[in-house]
């Protein structure tokens, strides 16, 4: 026979030998593998019962926590999460700082610098102040008695 002979297996077996059963159950969260075994999706495991993919983990409850940057995490049914970002982060994770400058927030010729969450406009000698530098300055406020 040589290395060239073929087992016929039964239908619940399959691998070269038929060594592999193809009775493996991995739940609705998991895929199959010829081999027995599955691979389950994002958050889901095996319960204490040995059931494959069907205990889910709260992902917003891991240490540390996926969301990123005072986000929020809500744990969803499907098995995911979603974060809600706070004021200058983006991303799944709330991990992408957003260029507010982008935008051009600051006004009268000031220079705007992006910073991790946030901006700061730098007036310097422009006359103007405020958030985004779009108060002018009267002459009359700077005088002293």
């Known amino acids: 026979m ?3 002979c073929e087992c016929n297996c ?3 077996k399959n691998g070269t030998q038929c060594e592999f059963s193809r009775d493996i159950t991995c739940n609705e969260h998991g ?3 010829m081999d027995g075994t599955c691979t389950c999706d994002e958050s889901w495991i095996d319960d204490e019962s040995g059931n494959k993919c069907s205990k889910h983990i709260n992902l917003c409850l891991i240490d540390p926590p996926p969301c990123k940057n005072n986000s929020s995490c809500d744990d ?3 098995g995911s999460y979603t974060c809600d970002c706070d004021i200058g982060w983006s991303g ?3 991990d992408k700082d957003i260029n ?3 935008n051009n927030p600051c006004k009268n010729g000031s220079t705007c610098k992006n910073l991790q969450g946030g901006y700061e406009c730098d007036c310097s000698n422009t ?3 405020g958030k985004n530098w779009e108060i ?3 002459e009359c406020e700077l005088e002293t008695n």
Request: glycine share 8%.
């Open 2 to 4: 040589g290395n060239n």
């Open 10 to 12: 039964p239908t619940n």
């Open 31 to 33: 895929n199959p593998h």
């Open 76 to 78: 969803d049914p499907d």
């Open 92 to 94: 799944r994770n709330c």
């Open 100 to 102: 507010e400058c982008k």
């Open 127 to 129: 006359g103007f102040k």
């Open 136 to 138: 002018q300055i009267h």
